[in-house]
Structure formats: structure tokens, C-alpha cells
Nanobody
Framework: QLQLVESGGGLVQPGGSLRLSCAAS????????IGWFRQAPGKEREGVSC????????NYVDSVLGRFTVSRNRALNTVYLQMNNLKPEDTAIYYC??????????????????????WGQGAQVTVSS
């Protein structure tokens, strides 16, 4: 079974940090671009960040630029989202997702959720004092 499992969510004070992990089982992430998405109560799903299959391209939504960093560890078949200087407006359920790409697309990635095939179950991130 192809699965993505997020971990690392929790409750943190404003200004704090969390690192989300997205581990794959049943398949390798080596052939995938990975996206991170979030959904806050009453709001639409939002693309937060993505990393290309090659790792050479990383995109971020403006609201997290300079605070969040996406990375991948091929040996562990895991992708990470390091979140620093967290703000209350970052509170949401965070999802990672994978999509297989062809060789021509190995240096691009997208934060359009409909392009992704495999999704994790989500991890709650709450930023509150």
C-alpha cells in the first residue's frame, strides 16, 4: 500500500519552531515531487511549499517565505518542512503529498493540490500562547 505519514505537529507558542516529517512507505520518493499543503478551519486548502524531484527547485507561498524550509532525505525516504518563527495564522492541518513526475519535470514543482496523487493523513499544527 502506498502511504505518506506526517509527524511532528503539535502546539507551539508564537515565534517557536516545529519540523514536520513526511515519510513514505510502499514506494520511493525518488521519483516524486513533494508538496506541503495546509487547511485551517473554515478555509480552503492552501499550497505552502514544494520541492522538485531533483531537489533543485523549492517554492514557497509568500506568507511563509523566509520562515519555512523544505528538504528531502533520500536515504530515509522522507521529506521535511522546517517551520520557524511560527505565527497564529500558521495554525492548520498540514498535509504532504507526492506526485510522480517524468524526467522532463524533475526540476520543477507545483503547489496546486489537484496535481498530487498520494496524500498523507495530516498533522495538526497549533500556534498559540
Amino acid at each position: 500500500q502506498l502511504q505518506l505519514v506526517e509527524s511532528g505537529g503539535g502546539l507551539v507558542q508564537p515565534g517557536g519552531s516545529l519540523r514536520l516529517s513526511c515519510a513514505a512507505s510502499g514506494f520511493t520518493l525518488d521519483y516524486s515531487a513533494i508538496g506541503w499543503f495546509r487547511q485551517a478551519p473554515g478555509k480552503e486548502r492552501e499550497g505552502v511549499s514544494c520541492i522538485s524531484q531533483s531537489g533543485s527547485r523549492r517554492n514557497y507561498v509568500d506568507s511563509v517565505l523566509g520562515r519555512f524550509t523544505v528538504s528531502r532525505n533520500r536515504a530515509l525516504n522522507t521529506v521535511y518542512l522546517q517551520m520557524n518563527n511560527l505565527k497564529p495564522e500558521d495554525t492548520a492541518i498540514y498535509y504532504c503529498a507526492a506526485k510522480n513526475i517524468d524526467a522532463l519535470s524533475r526540476h520543477v514543482c507545483s503547489t496546486t493540490w489537484s496535481e498530487y496523487d498520494i496524500w498523507g493523513q495530516g498533522a495538526q499544527v497549533t500556534v498559540s500562547s
